[in-house]
Every structure is written in structure tokens, then in C-alpha cells.
């Protein structure tokens, strides 16, 4: 477990949960709160739902690339 956390925090993967979950983040917040935004009708409740679809992309590519770097280290253990 301790591995899994050290690894959420190396640079190559922040980086990468970052810009997946401003890219996924964004469409997903048009998609779901566009039409709030264009009517100017976003009140707080909204803007928590707003943040918690950004993190969701942020953390499944943190975790995916947690489980892929390990995979592959298991896996060149194993062989070598």
C-alpha cells in the first residue's frame, strides 16, 4: 500500500491525472451543468457537484496509472 501512495505522488503521474481530469473534467461539467452555466443559475450545491467531476477523472487516472506502473514492474520482476 505504502508503494501504491508513493507512486500516486510522482511527478509523471500527477502530471498525467492532471490533464486528464481537465480535459475529461471540463466536457463532462459542459455536458452536465451547461445549461446552469448559461443561464448564470450555478448556486454553491452546484459548484461542489462541479469540483467532485473534476477529481473523479483526476483519481480513475491516478489509480490506472498507479496499477499499470506496478504491473509492469511485477511483471519484469517476475522475468528477470
Known amino acids: 500500500m505504502t ?3 508513493r507512486l500516486c505522488f510522482v511527478r509523471s503521474v500527477l502530471k498525467r491525472a492532471a490533464i ?3 480535459i ?6 459542459v455536458i452536465n451543468h451547461g445549461d446552469a452555466l448559461m ?5 454553491q450545491n452546484r459548484i461542489f457537484k462541479m469540483i467532485l467531476t ?3 477523472p483526476y ?3 491516478t489509480v490506472s496509472s498507479v496499477s499499470t506502473i ?3 514492474k511485477k511483471e ?3 522475468k528477470g
Open 76 to 78: 519484469s520482476e517476475a
Open 20 to 22: 486528464t481530469a481537465c
Open 39 to 43: 443561464q448564470g443559475s450555478v448556486d
Open 59 to 61: 483519481l480513475v487516472s
Open 54 to 56: 473534476l477529481i473523479v
Open 70 to 72: 506496478l504491473s509492469m
Open 24 to 29: 475529461v473534467g471540463t466536457v463532462l461539467i
Open 3 to 5: 508503494e501504491f501512495l
